[in-house]
Each structure stands twice: as structure tokens, then as C-alpha cells.
């Protein structure tokens, strides 16, 4: 993360930045994201860690199989799922 942010780019992808990380690093990372984003940084994050999405997010994509199924806030997205598919996955269930 240091290395890409020491370029500047005006996007960054991050593909789960704390996984398998203990909490106490989690959660350094987790606020040096929000900085970059405090600075302008466009953070675009894979992750299945629902906490982090719901502490982090704006936004929430939510892909199946492939597909895109939900684009919305994240406040509307966790509040209520639109697709039966994201509804299961945030209830905890495994979503085939």
C-alpha cells in the first residue's frame, strides 16, 4: 500500500488489504485508508469482510457469479439488500 500511495494515483485497487492481518494491524491499515481518502484517494476494495465494508465503504457493488447484482450506498445496502443473492450473503449464508 505504502508503494503505490508513495505515486499518487488518483485511484487505488486493493484486492482484501487485511486479510489475514491480526486486529490491531487491521486496524492501522484501515485508518491509513481513511486518510488517503481524507486526501482525495478514490479507494476501489475487494473484500469479504462485511465489518470492514460497513466501516469503510461509500459505496457497495456486490457481485455474483460473476455479475454485478447491487450498486448502491453502502447506508442502503446493509440497511436492506435489494437481490435475494446479497440478502443470503449478509445473513451469513453461503451464497452458490
Known sequence: ?????SLRPEVLFLDEPTSQLDP????QIEEMLAALRGEGMTLVMATHDMGQAR????RVLFLHRGRLVEDAEARTFFAGPASPEA??????????
Open 55 to 58: 466501516r469503510l465503504a461509500d
Open 24 to 27: 490491531g494491524a487491521t486496524r
Open 87 to 96: 440478502r443470503a450473503f449478509i445473513a451469513g449464508d453461503l451464497v452458490w
Open 1 to 5: 500500500i505504502a508503494r503505490a500511495w
